[in-house]
């Protein structure tokens, strides 16, 4: 058996004395692709921000390859975790946000090699390389030295998606990465996530109300609803035989979409 690559162990979170997880159980294969689907305010945001230590859970443990994020050993016992260990874990993870904050004072390049260089200590010229390839692939070649203002948001979108896959992280998430997009441009942009997808070997968890993008570029969906995972399974299983109607309705207000 694989070890997981990513582990959710009964997590809860509450905000204030409002619990807006309830007990999350997930776990992420090395190289799965996941799509979270869920009504707003299910808390879907919530767990992947957990993963990129951005929320700290109430309790439960969450593993990245086995090891804790949030909890350190010591002595045989969980304690909390310090910032450094936090930041250790953290590197296999990468996130890429609805709002793409570029660095504004940095060029296109410059936005793609400076964590590589100054977080993880690669070479200049080989975190160039790498940036220059990735910023390739991305169809963005020409645009190596404009700066974030120059470019559409779809250009600068696939600007963050490069910046975060140069770091070469074990897990990308994604958090309705279109949704700030003008339409013409969300297609550029799914179809960069889709050839970033089809190379296999990171694992995705990916936040989207694109129905279609969830059904092609996932092996799995799961459906949270109130704070709970409500149903998950294969993609044709879950989008054309749901079994619960809270997953029905919710699928309905696509049903143009796929
Ligand atoms: N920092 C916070 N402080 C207080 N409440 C919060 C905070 N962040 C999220 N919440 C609440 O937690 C619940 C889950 O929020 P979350 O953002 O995870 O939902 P979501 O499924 O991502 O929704 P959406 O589809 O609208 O993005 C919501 O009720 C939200 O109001
Ligand atoms: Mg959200």
Redesign the pocket.
Known sequence: MTQPLIQYEDVHKS?DDVE?LKGINLEVDPGEKISLI?P???????IIRMLMTLEKPTSGLIKVDGTPLWHKEVNGKLVEADEKHLRKVRGDIGMVFQHFNLFPHMTILKNCTSAPINVQGVDKKVAEERAVEMLEKVGLGNKLDAYPAQLSGGQQQRVAIARSVVMRPKVMLFD?VTSALDPETVGEVLEVIRDIAKEGEMAMILVTHEMEFARDIADRIVFLESGKIAEEGKPLDILENPNSERLKTFLQRFRSNF
Not at 40 to 46: E, H, V
């Open positions: 905000f807006v869920g707003s305010g299910s808390g879907k945001t919530t309705e």
